[in-house]
């Protein structure tokens, strides 16, 4: 590495010495520290700082357990207030099961991951065509991600952090294995990059508006549900497969790799959504506390209904 390069790469960091910086470095020191420690010990930690999210945090609380109510009005109250609990302490273990995915070796995430249906995966490669890898938004999407990612070379997309040293930190963590990173308005880059047989991972689950989105059942709730992902499967003219994680009882992952969605992007976007909403909707039945509850999912209503938070 030249002089020059060095100092290149070493810029970024400058500026970030400021003191209100100080507590993410903290913080990430901590999380570093921690993370030597037995994996099962470190997701117990990670169950204690999610209980105490609870009370720190009312208005991620509200917002849960509104969605938590919206989407399981068969659950009694106590069944809702005790999935919530679980809830936090799920969002608790997906710091560190982030931190895996950060300083965890290879050897040690495939020891700790199964994924089921990589075939579907290898068969599209074979195909010569790009993949949009589509998936919801579970905590443990940053351990997933990289699992996915030994096993088949993927890009993602990403939305940039408030915080801009929160932000390079995880740009680049997960440039070590991920590639091409692109944010979310850099669609002509995306397409290009299917086109070129690249695959991509792509959330497909939360709000942002009406722009481009249809209003779809979600859990029985209509829900602004994009239309992007069946405009980037025809534009770049790939195969849509569908996965989602799942973390089990003794500290070990699955991740369920669906067959290719036929007809996908071929201009029927409501049923394109409509078909990814029910696969969602049935991996998150299979252990509901792992799913992110605490997003604003119904924040955009239908045409007289009023706001649910």
């Avoid at 069944?79 to 799920?90: D, G, I, S, T």
């Avoid at 979600?218 to 549900?225: D, H, I, K, L, Y």
């Amino acid at each position: 590495m030249t002089t020059e390069t060095a100092q290149q790469d070493r810029f970024p960091w400058q500026r970030f010495i400021h003191p209100r910086f100080w507590p993410t470095w903290i913080g990430l020191g901590i999380l570093r520290l921690l993370s030597l420690l037995p994996f099962n010990i470190q997701l117990s930690i990670g169950r204690q700082l999610g209980r105490l999210a609870r009370y720190l945090l009312p208005r991620r609380v509200h917002i849960a357990r509104t969605n938590i109510r919206l989407c399981f009005p068969d659950l009694s109250a106590e069944q809702q207030q005790q999935l919530l609990k679980k809830h936090f302490e799920a969002i608790g273990m997906g710091i560190f099961e982030t931190s895996l995915s950060w300083w965890g070796s290879d050897d040690e995430l495939k020891s700790r991951v199964r994924v089921d249906g990589l075939e579907h995966i290898k068969q599209a490669r074979e195909s010569g065509k790009g993949i949009l890898m589509v998936t919801g938004h579970f905590s443990m999407m940053e351990l997933t991600g990289h699992m996915l990612g030994l096993h088949n070379p993927t890009g993602a997309l990403y939305r940039p952090m408030k915080n801009p040293l929160s932000d390079l930190l995880l740009l680049r963590a997960r440039q070590r294995r991920l590639g091409p990173l692109l944010t979310r308005d850099n669609t002509r880059t995306m397409t290009r990059c299917l086109r070129r047989g690249q695959a991509i991972f792509y959330a497909y689950d939360q709000n942002y508006g009406l722009d481009h989105a249809l209003f779809i059942p979600f859990f029985g709730v209509p829900a602004a549900t994009i239309t992007a992902t069946s405009r980037f499967a025809a534009m770049g003219k790939a195969t849509v497969i569908a996965y989602f994680p799942r973390r089990q009882a003794d500290g070990t992952y699955v991740i369920t790799v669906h067959p290719p969605l036929e007809g996908f992007g071929a201009g029927n976007d409501e049923q394109d959504t409509r078909r990814l909403n029910t696969l969602l909707e049935q991996a998150i039945v299979e252990a509901p506390e792992q799913y992110f509850w605490i997003h604003r999912r119904f924040k955009t209503r239908p045409a007289g209904e009023p706001a649910v938070y």
